[in-house]
């Protein structure tokens, strides 16, 4: 069992920056997919950045250029810097985890964190 906590989410003006962690209670160096997932109100959950337990990083096309997804092994934990953050970027944010071998935006995860929430304002 993966327990996920994240944290650093909070309100900035459009064109700011925050940066979430997603602490893990178990290693998920060797054989884990993590990911950085959103849902905005009213709308479907959206995967936002992939990292594998060897290092491949995937990025929406939303994202791409202004997110940075990182990982430290040792404290085992996920994070995310967001940059350039737009209104469109407002939404929760979910930590996820999985043991299987594919590592997508599209698919199921096995753990999920609680999730911090991103206010953009305009």
């Known amino acids: 069992q993966v327990q996920l906590v994240e944290s650093g989410g909070g309100s900035v003006q459009a064109g700011g920056s925050l940066r979430l962690s997603c602490a893990a209670t178990?290693?998920?160096?060797?054989?884990?997919?993590m990911a950085w997932f959103r849902q905005a109100p009213e709308k479907e959950r959206e995967g936002v950045a992939t990292?594998?337990?060897?290092?491949?990083?995937n990025y929406a096309n939303s994202v791409k250029g202004r997110f940075t997804i990182s990982k430290d092994n040792a404290k085992n934990t996920l994070y995310l810097q967001m940059g350039t953050l737009q209104p469109e970027d407002t939404a929760m944010y979910y930590c996820?985890?999985?043991?299987?071998?594919?590592?997508?935006?599209?698919?199921?995860?096995?753990?999920w964190g609680q999730g911090t929430q991103v206010t953009v304002s305009s």
């Open positions: 990292y594998d337990f060897d290092g491949t990083i």
């Open positions: 996820a985890a999985d043991s299987g071998w594919a590592c997508g935006l599209d698919m199921e995860y096995d753990y």
């Open positions: 178990t290693d998920t160096s060797s054989s884990y997919c």
